[in-house]
């Protein structure tokens, strides 16, 4: 705006650029004085104006023209302030509550999504994890690939060498989701979240000798307070089960190496795409659609396949609901976790990872009934808070 009138600003008898406020102040004055004293061709006597006299009457005509274009774009000026001023206002308040409806849709999916495998494994007794993984993650595979036909989100073009490269951390993802849903139907979910802070530990562990990334004394203090925590919780835990417990155990292990693998391979993917970088929704999609066939094979090795044909529970179309439901919210957290961490930062997205706990475990207590001691309570409680003090500790 002000480049605009200074283009069309008008030069007095001396070749000096005269102000705009001083041509604001004549016209003014001229208003205010007699309007007859025109010339015959209806254009302001020399005298009644700054400008040369030697001005031709065209060139007056030509340069007021341009003097009230240049009044017009001053008086804009003191209006765009407060409208610029408007529109930092709204653009802050949506910066705000971009966080907050990130974060509340990435809580509410994670508990959800345990919530439902917990059901779906437990109150309906369903005693095929393989196949129930197999089913979420073929509902997650195809609502990509229809956003992506959508033009909804970009998907990167697989290619061999990138499916080669991948293979290892499918292969580890299969695990961790078939041990974490194994896991469910034998531990009750506010235990399974308290053992889940082993996996911090095993990945402090490892990024220590495979990154050499030292950390500080607060982050093994709270890795010292979670191993008390742990171990407290499965001595004092009432519905104590081995086998859930080493399912457990087998979790927490191919968790931490599958955070560990990803950073690795996410950088040399990178190098083997046709753009030369690989967003998180091909990433979703990559483990997704990998998994399927390798899930086939375990269906069949480990004789499920006779168990999902001859269970009642199929047959059952709020079976399926829920089912399927879960699969969904599997995607969701994939999506909210993304754009929760693209609105603040890693920081806050693990702190609030540890904070997502609490109303896992209460949720998970309230719901199923699990017979529960004061002791175990307690462990539970220290559990939970021994993860936010880990999650504070890698923020320092």
């Not at 017009?72 to 003191?78: G, T």
């Not at 991948?166 to 849903?181: A, D, E, R, T």
Request: charged fraction near 15%; hydrophobic fraction near 45%.
């Amino acid at each position: 705006m002000s480049s605009e009138v200074k283009s069309d600003a008008i030069t007095g008898p001396d070749g000096k650029e005269l102000e705009l406020g001083h041509f604001d102040e004549a016209a003014t004055r001229g208003e205010k004085e007699n309007v007859a004293q025109r010339d015959r061709d209806g254009f302001f006597r020399p005298q009644e104006w700054p400008f040369s006299n030697t001005l031709k009457p065209t060139e007056y005509r030509y340069s007021s023209e341009r003097f009230l274009k240049g009044t017009r774009e001053a008086r804009l000026d003191i209006v765009d302030p407060i409208v610029d001023r408007n529109e930092r206002r709204e653009h802050r308040s949506g910066k705000q509550s971009g966080p907050l409806l990130s974060g509340t849709a990435y809580c509410i999916s994670s508990c959800s999504m345990i919530l439902l495998n917990k059901i779906v494994l437990s109150s309906y007794a369903f005693n095929a994890g393989i196949s129930l993984m197999f089913y979420q993650n073929f509902i997650s595979t195809v609502v990509v690939v229809v956003l992506g036909f959508c033009g909804a989100v970009t998907i990167e073009k697989p290619n061999w060498k990138l499916i080669n490269l991948w293979i290892p951390v499918n292969l580890i993802f299969i695990g961790m989701l078939v041990s974490g849903m194994y896991s469910l139907k034998h531990i009750n979910i506010a235990m399974v979240t308290i053992l889940k802070n082993v996996t911090n530990i095993l990945t402090a562990i490892g990024e220590f000798y495979i990154f050499r990334k030292r950390q500080n004394e607060k982050v093994w203090t709270a890795i010292f307070l979670m191993i008390i925590s742990a171990i407290s919780g499965g001595i004092t835990d009432l519905s104590f089960n081995a086998s859930g417990y080493v399912w457990q155990m087998i979790n927490c292990i191919l968790t931490a190496s599958y955070s560990l693998t990803l950073r690795r391979v996410m950088d040399k993917a990178k190098h083997l795409t046709k753009s030369g970088s690989l967003n998180e929704v091909s990433m979703v999609l990559l483990n997704n659609s990998l998994s399927l066939p390798f899930a086939i094979c375990l269906i069949f090795l480990f004789d499920e396949w006779d168990y999902v044909i001859n269970a009642e529970v199929i047959r059952t179309p709020i079976f399926w609901v829920v089912a399927t439901g879960s699969g969904l919210l599997g995607l969701a957290i994939s999506f909210t976790s993304m754009w929760f961490l693209n609105k603040t930062g890693p920081t806050t997205y693990s702190l609030v990872g540890s904070l997502n706990k609490i109303p896992i475990s209460i949720a998970g207590l309230m719901l199923f009934k699990v017979p529960l001691s004061l002791p175990n309570f307690f462990s539970i409680l220290f559990g939970l808070f021994a993860g936010i003090l880990f999650a504070k500790a890698k923020m320092s």
